[in-house]
């Protein structure tokens, strides 16, 4: 039974057809998801979808590539939203300077004060970093809080850094294309109880399916190049990463 721990049920084009992945989910062993906002609107959609199944829940923030207009009443309407009941994290957030749309000092500004209320909650992180790992590090230990690195694509050596201040690493899509040393590398070395495992749907499709529209039902794909690369049962990858999940994010 698996834990995508990071989906975009809120965003189109699955949000229109949401009940459909949904049973694909189920029916594929995704017994548990996460749906994750990047802004005011998506974080509302995530409650609301959180709020229609039981084994949903969300997480609500603002990301660096939709925080430039960003304001403190802005900031206030994601603290409120962290006190309802299937809010779990704070996320996605984080510095993105790939798309470097957003001034770096805006995106910092905003992500240590989302850091802020994280940790006035007591929920975990979820982190986008892009091009970013340095000063997201920075910033991360800084806070001393703790989280979810999400679709890590880093080192093994900067997971570990990562890892000792915290986080728990979740694998995407990426560990399953055939050129991914890195993504690869992590899967095979990194210590068992910080893994998780998530789709990022409706992107980052997994081998074999990559070029087509992701979906939480995907899940498993990431499950088994991660049990293939460490010699392992895929039940037993899929067992770990349910209770690693559980534990950072407190379901019990």
Not at 139 to 157: D, F, N, R, V, W
Not at 233 to 251: S, W, Y
Request: aromatic fraction near 10%; glycine fraction near 6%; charged fraction near 25%.
């Amino acid at each position: 039974m698996y834990f995508d721990t990071h989906v975009h049920l809120n965003s189109s084009p699955l949000y229109e057809d949401i009940d459909t992945y949904i049973e694909h989910a189920l029916a594929n062993g995704v017994n548990e998801m996460m749906v994750v906002g990047f802004d005011l609107e998506t974080s509302r959609k995530a409650i609301e979808i959180a709020n229609q199944y039981a084994f949903i829940y969300a997480a609500v923030g603002i990301g660096p590539n939709d925080c430039k207009e960003t304001t403190d009443e802005d900031l206030n309407q994601i603290d409120e939203m962290l006190a309802q009941e299937k809010v779990i994290a704070l996320g996605e957030v984080g510095l993105d300077y790939y798309w470097d749309e957003v001034p770096r000092s805006k995106q910092q500004e905003v992500f240590s004060k989302q850091i802020e209320l994280a940790k006035k909650h007591n929920v975990p992180l979820v982190i986008h970093s892009r091009d970013a790992l340095n000063d997201t590090y920075e910033l991360l230990k800084a806070g001393q809080h703790y989280g979810i690195m999400h679709c890590y694509s880093g080192s093994y050596e900067m997971a570990q850094r990562f890892i000792d201040i915290g986080f728990y690493i979740s694998l995407a899509g990426p560990v399953t294309f055939k050129n991914a040393r890195v993504p690869k590398e992590v899967a095979q070395n990194i210590n068992l109880n910080r893994l998780l495992i998530e789709t990022d749907c409706p992107y980052l499709t997994p081998h074999p399916y990559r070029g087509k529209l992701n979906e939480p039902a995907n899940v498993m794909y990431i499950a088994m190049e991660i049990a293939k690369l460490r010699n392992m049962e895929i039940e037993d990858v899929a067992r770990i990463t349910t209770f690693n999940a559980k534990r950072v994010l407190g379901i019990k």
